[in-house]
């Protein structure tokens, strides 16, 4: 009964045993961040988690940039000064990671 209580504790402390990981809060930087992630991912930049193979698939790379894009078109003006600049400055790094992928 003690392990049971000391396991919902760590769960509401964000520290969850065996192994698991510990999912970010929601918020439009995490949502912004994940996109890039997938993006990069698509890009071969990043390998799969499990088996850290590297793939390219240019048109889900693109297809993810068109997100992040209208995110941004979307969001405009309503987004705090410290997240318009995080979403132009991620749109702006994968944009020229897709060209130079392209080109190869």
């Known amino acids: ?10 769960r509401k402390e964000g520290k969850i ?9 929601v918020t439009f930087s995490a949502l912004t961040m994940s996109l890039s992630t ?3 991912y698509h890009l071969g930049e ?3 988690p ?3 193979k590297k793939e390219v698939d240019l048109d889900l790379a693109k297809h993810g940039i068109n997100t992040l894009s209208l ?3 979307k ?3 309503n987004l705090t000064e410290d997240e318009d600049e995080m979403l ?7 944009k020229m990671r897709y060209v130079k992928a392209v080109k190869k």
């Open 1 to 10: 009964m003690e392990q049971k209580q000391e396991g919902e504790s760590q």
């Open 17 to 25: 045993p065996d192994g698991k990981s510990v999912m970010p809060e």
């Open 38 to 40: 997938s993006v990069l």
């Open 46 to 48: 990043i390998g799969d």
């Open 50 to 52: 499990r088996t850290g």
């Open 71 to 73: 995110l941004q078109e």
């Open 75 to 77: 969001t405009k003006g």
């Open 88 to 94: 132009k400055s991620i749109l702006y790094d994968v």
